[in-house]
């Protein structure tokens, strides 16, 4: 009954977002489904939030239920009002948001770190006893890994990657540069990164586990320059695929508007093959003269 009492019609007006909150609320096909679902059946979870010392709502977790109502037209969100403290509040919102499906390598890294900081700072308090057996903050580390299947070593990959500057950390969200990689990048200078960065868009190449390594120590090493990164970078990786790119608007024009992308580069092979026999057979007509 007690649990119930605090559960209420807020107006979303006067729900503030959670700061620094780390996870992404898209606008996908699952937001789509979550706002017909909330038009014909209204909120069937509620969302969490706090009370705030301005008499306004922090939201903890419903980010997306928050949004699918504000994109339904409602001007309430049914919420479970707890008294928590920020490092309390901070604990559930990455708990309840690491049940989320898919999670970025840049939500994993943020959340982590906040869960952690949050948990160190708890350790701090006279009024929290520690455990016998081991940290908080191991403790902590040991309650991701159960709930994530992330082992320790790897939640603390993760959460290097907040030292990345926001353009390589979106590669690595797009799946361009692997986890490992990443790591070793995180350790370069943010005026590295940009120089890094610069060089991977212009000649559109990424750097290997090795290549990564090898910047790594250029930096430690104060050998870190443009020249340096980028005959680094030119090197052609033992698994690198080269390509020719060419404009596709000027390559429709010869094709059949549904001459799928396969099938324009099959005949543009045997094009090309055609061309060199032509050559071929010019010079030795001119050969025979």
Known sequence: EEKLSKIRDIPISEIDEFPDHPFKVLMDEDMEQLVESIKRNGVMT?????????????LISGHRRKKACELAGLETLKCEVKDLSRDE??????????QRTTILPSEKAFSYKMRLEAVKRQGQRTDLTLSP???KL?????????ETGDSRNQIHRYI???HLIPDILKLVDEGKIALTPAVELSYLQPSEQETLFSIMDCDEVTPSLSQAQRLRRMSEEQ???DSAVMQL???VKGNQVEYVKVPVDKLRSYFHPDTSM???TETLVKAMDFYNKHLERQRQNRDAR
């Open 233 to 235: 970078m030119s090197e």
């Open 138 to 146: 191991e403790r902590s580390s040991d309650e991701l890994t159960a």
């Open 89 to 98: 509040a901070i604990i559930i919102m990455v708990e309840s948001n690491l």
């Open 160 to 162: 290097r990657l907040t």
């Open 133 to 135: 057996v081991g940290t």
């Open 46 to 58: 509620p969302a969490t939030v706090r009370l705030k010392e301005n008499g306004r709502y922090e």
């Open 223 to 225: 050998r870190f320059t």
């Open 262 to 264: 396969k099938q324009m």
